[in-house]
């Protein structure tokens, strides 16, 4: 893969790319999404969802050593299997929610189902029984940062079409500047929750990630109900005006 990805590097710096048509529109609209509730919970939610990436990485390479000490080759089992079930993830649950109901939203919610019962279970001495259980809780936990992290992208994408005009590359170059910082302090956090006990992250990154994935929730629905209100109304109107 790494030839691979060298290859395909050395192709891209010998290609000139063509001339957008748009390459020399100013963006507009910024300034308005950046007042849009379901755009600033986006943001929020990204920057928990790098606080998952990077710090899970840190927290499951500690956890996996302290309390059983994993060997090296165990490790590399562990973060395959899971890049694995991350991928199964991606290709598999998210594309058949976006055919069946439209929206990654159906997805999210069964993860984070999932997570949260994994969580829970972390909090209790049998799931660091083997290194087998313990690794299979760890994976359940981290199922939302596919979903999470592909569904803001493709959501992200529809409020830059909503909101502003030439503009989408500012607004998901700002939501994904939210998710860096996450990423920045995940490990930072995870150090500093596994310091004071082997539950501290798993609990404490759950109380962090689901109430601003709930918020996101809540704010992308209420501006669903409020633009199908304000289409009623105006189709409304549009009647009363041919009736008359």
Not at 123 to 128: D, I, K, N, S
Not at 203 to 222: A, D, E, Q, S
Request: charged letters at 15%; hydrophobic letters at 50%.
């Amino acid at each position: 893969t790494s030839i691979a990805a060298g290859l395909a590097f050395c192709y891209i710096l010998t290609v000139t790319e063509p001339p957008r048509r748009d390459s020399g529109a100013k963006p507009e609209g910024v300034d308005i999404i950046l007042k849009q509730p379901e755009y600033i919970a986006l943001v929020v939610n990204n920057v928990s969802i790098g606080l998952v990436f990077t710090g899970g990485l840190v927290a499951g390479t500690l956890v996996l050593i302290n309390e059983l000490n994993a060997t090296p080759q165990e490790m590399s089992i562990y973060f395959i299997v899971t890049a694995a079930i991350h991928g199964i993830i991606n290709f598999a649950l998210l594309p058949a929610a976006m055919k069946r109901y439209g929206t990654p939203f159906p997805a999210m919610i069964a993860v984070a189902i999932i997570a949260v019962l994994a969580t829970i279970c972390l909090c209790f001495e049998f799931a660091y029984s083997s290194i087998v259980s313990l690794c299979v809780f760890m994976i359940l936990t981290s199922t939302v940062l596919p979903i999470f992290m592909t569904s803001a992208n493709i959501i992200c994408g529809e409020y830059a079409l909503r909101y502003t005009k030439n503009a989408r590359t500012v607004v998901l170059g700002m939501a994904r500047s939210a998710f860096n910082v996450g990423q920045m302090l995940g490990p930072i956090l995870a150090v500093a929750l596994l310091s004071w006990d082997k539950i501290a992250w798993f609990v404490g990154i759950m109380l962090i990630t689901l109430p601003t994935w709930l918020l996101w929730y809540y704010f992308h629905h209420k501006a669903i109900r409020m633009r199908e209100e304000n289409d009623n109304k105006t189709e409304d109107k549009t009647i009363d005006i041919v009736e008359n």
